[in-house]
């Protein structure tokens, strides 16, 4: 298949820094769309993968799977898309396309696995595939969505990994109004979860354990702020929650915030620590409550997700930075230092 080489930035090594690499992408195909990327976000399994504290990196690597760019070429069958189009690229660049979630438009859920966009198997070129840390990418046309041309585009990038990711669950467990929800965690997943259960109609409750976070959380759309640590404060709400949406990847109690659901009331986990999480068994009978888990969505309720933050002024909260100071924003991810989500100027790379 013809080839191109294009610049990108990435790693051939788990202890190694980002670098300059230069990478293969395919020539467009007939299904194809190739875009030309603006901008895309820094998401913390990015730096999972990079690092290798996962575990199955495939090197080198380049990450990126919150990808927002312009179309300059499709292949002749594409009908959605023509050039000059605002595109965005998400987590998945692939799926079997034949499985019951497939065809349900639940390709996360693919059996055979979806093809990731980084650090998957590459079926069209051999190796692995390689992520928007990168001059273009050329993706099938079903994996590829539409961008309003009301927001600004560099916002817009996070909502690829975690406004989908904090969409789907609220979506699925039918938050609006009337209801009650709680987000736990206010950092890169949290900021996002806040913003769209409040676009929803939802009464929106944060916990969080940081008392300086309040002002924040409100600015967000927060009706009330809780201090997670503050027994008080937390048994103030106890059996009052429909849906608990928890975004935190550290160790914490889980038993803690089931009982503050009511009775048939879900948590559901998007966050993801690294070591099992007790639950008590009590916490979930006395309530028949529900403990869950959500991974990113579908293409289809990706869009949705895109119009509907384009409806309602939805955005990432984000700091620009040069590609040169990626290895730096890794470092300051890992200590929590960024309001919400870093997003790469591709244009930095040229």
């Known amino acids: 298949m013809e080839t191109k080489s294009i610049k990108a930035f990435g790693t051939e090594a788990a202890e190694a820094p980002l670098q300059t690499l230069d ?93 990731q966009t980084f650090n998957s198997p590459d079926k069209h070129l051999g190796g692995q595939t390689y992520g928007g840390y990168s001059q273009s990418i050329t993706v099938d046309e079903s994996f590829v969505l539409h961008i309003s041309d009301k927001l600004d585009l560099a916002a817009v990038a996070p909502l690829l990994c975690a406004g989908i990711t904090t969409y789907s669950p609220l979506k699925h467990w039918k938050v609006g109004p009337g209801q009650k929800v709680g987000i736990v965690g206010i950092g890169g997943l949290g900021h996002m979860g806040i913003k769209i259960a409040k676009a929803m109609g939802a009464h929106v409750v944060v916990f969080t354990t940081s008392l300086s976070k309040t002002d924040d959380a409100k600015r967000l759309g927060a009706d009330e702020v809780v201090l997670s640590t503050d027994e008080t404060q937390m048994a103030q709400h106890a059996r009052s929650l429909n849906f608990i949406l928890d975004c935190v990847s550290a160790e914490h109690n889980i038993d803690a915030y089931l009982n503050l659901l009511k009775v048939d009331g879900t948590l559901t986990l998007v966050g993801a620590p690294m070591d099992p999480l007790p639950v008590t068994s009590f916490s979930l009978i006395l309530g028949r409550r529900s403990f869950s888990g959500s991974l990113i969505g579908g293409i289809k309720e990706t869009q949705e997700m895109l119009d509907f933050c384009a409806e309602h002024n939805i955005t990432s909260d984000v700091e620009v930075i040069g590609v040169n100071d990626v290895n730096d924003a890794y470092e300051r991810l890992l200590k929590g230092d960024v309001k919400y989500r870093f997003v790469i100027d591709m244009e930095s790379l040229k």
């Open 23 to 115: 990478i293969k992408r395919r020539a467009v195909q007939a299904h194809d769309v190739e875009i030309e990327i603006l901008y895309c976000g820094i998401c913390h399994s990015d730096l999972h993968t990079a690092r290798n504290e996962w575990h199955g990196t495939i090197y080198p690597i380049v990450p990126g799977h919150e990808i927002v760019g312009r179309i300059t070429k499709v292949g002749e069958h594409v009908k959605g898309f023509k050039v000059g189009d605002l595109a965005g690229v998400g987590c998945m660049v692939d799926s079997c396309r034949e499985c019951e979630h497939c065809k349900n438009d639940q390709e996360q859920f693919c059996d055979e696995g979806n093809i």
